[in-house]
Nanobody, 125 residues
């Protein structure tokens, strides 16, 4: 059974940084693609980034290029999302997930089937 647990969220001031973690159990993170998503109040869930089996990362929004970086720690069986220069509009619940087909990154939320419970990120002064 694939299980994911997000952590690392919290309250941060604009311009600050957070590093989110997605701890996996039931599978090895280097055998599956894993994506990061977020959902702000009243908005649809959106894809942020995905790391493929070979370790390559993809960001899905030009506005976040250079601010969000996905990485993987195989020893800890964890995927991270480093977020820098945070803005109030980054406030959302952040989720990680595994694609339904396990190995292929995708910008489409519907292509992902195993989700964590989410971690809240609030950017405010």
């Amino acid at each position: 059974q694939l299980q994911l647990v997000e952590s690392g969220g919290g309250l941060v001031q604009p311009g600050g940084s957070l590093k989110l973690s997605c701890a996996a159990s039931g599978f090895r993170v280097n055998r599956f693609a894993i994506g990061w998503f977020r959902q702000a109040p009243g908005k649809e869930r959106e894809a942020l980034s995905c790391i493929s089996v070979n370790g390559g990362g993809t960001n899905y929004a030009d506005s976040r290029k250079g601010r969000f970086t996905i990485s993987r720690d195989n020893a800890k069986n964890t995927v991270h999302l480093q977020m820098n220069s945070l803005k109030p509009e980054d406030t959302a619940v952040y989720y990680c997930a595994v694609p339904k087909e396990y190995y292929s990154c995708s910008p489409n939320v519907r292509d992902f089937g195993s989700w964590g419970q989410g971690t809240q990120v609030t950017v405010s002064s």
